[in-house]
């Protein structure tokens, strides 16, 4: 979309601000890999429990909230 209607200098500065935002919520959690595009994978390595993930998974869609 953002491609789309701006520019694709847009779209690549917006995966970017997307990814550093993800990397620092991430922390020492796990790691993040983008797969291509606008695709990404987050790997978690320290797993403690379920309630962990649903946190992560909170703060992921909260952080998406936030303006770019």
């Keep these: 979309y953002t491609t789309l209607f701006r520019s694709h200098n847009v779209g690549d500065l ?11 919520l991430l922390d020492d959690l796990g790691m993040l890999v983008r797969l291509g595009g606008d695709e990404f994978v987050i790997l ?10 649903e946190n992560l998974a ?11």
């Design 14 to 24: 917006l995966l970017q601000i997307v990814a550093t935002r993800l990397e620092e």
């Design 44 to 53: 978690v390595d320290n797993f403690f429990d379920e309630i962990m993930i």
């Design 58 to 68: 909170v703060n992921i869609r909260n952080l998406f909230k936030e303006k770019f």
